[in-house]
């Protein structure tokens, strides 16, 4: 097995560096972002940086993406088709909620960090490959109390995973995917 996982990340570095970089962006934005917002410090566990925290969230998402991903994605007799971007999302989505990178006070303040730290990573994700602006995706929610809802609800979900959770990254996925679409349907309309 050892071999066949060495060949496997040999055969994805370019994306897994680019996925570090996505998911290392995302850790100093929110960081930055909840620092602005709540006038707090966040830390991130045992007192890693943001690049070994990044690093670590990205091993955990290519460990799934090797044992339950690369079983239902081969489009050929051993070959590997691209992932599309809403399980790329959904994968580190559910590796953020599975790691718990953020620490805070308490272990329900801690979840509930993780929990809109994971939904800004996809979120961060999935408007940049949908080509949709921050503004333009918080000027669509903000008018949209079924999208905020939605949002909400996700984030509860979440919450209530639980970690070590035999984590639904297709159904997240295709969450993601509808949700997306409501988000393009109404910036077109």
Not at 40 to 61: G, H, P
Not at 151 to 177: C, R, S, T
């Amino acid at each position: 097995m050892a071999g066949s996982l060495s060949e496997f990340y040999q055969d994805k570095e370019e994306k897994i560096f680019h996925r570090y970089e996505e998911i290392l962006k995302c850790l100093i934005g929110f960081q930055y972002l909840y620092r602005e917002l709540n006038e707090l410090n966040i830390q991130f566990r045992d007192d890693q940086t943001a690049e070994d925290m990044a690093l670590s969230i990205n091993t955990a998402y290519w460990l799934r993406f090797e044992k339950t991903f690369n079983k239902f994605v081969r489009s050929k007799v051993g070959e590997v088709s691209n992932v599309e971007h809403y399980k790329i999302a959904s994968g580190i989505e559910l590796a953020i909620i599975d790691l718990q990178p953020f620490i805070a006070d308490n272990d329900e303040s801690t979840i509930r960090l993780n929990a809109e730290f994971a939904m800004f990573t996809s979120l961060s994700i999935l408007r940049g490959w949908n080509g949709i602006s921050y503004e333009q995706f918080s000027n669509t929610v903000a008018c949209d109390i079924e999208l905020q809802k939605f949002l909400d609800d996700h984030k509860v979900w979440l919450i209530n995973l639980g970690i070590n959770f035999e984590y639904p990254v297709y159904l997240n996925a295709q969450v993601w995917a509808l949700f997306m679409k409501a988000i393009k349907n109404n910036i077109e309309n």
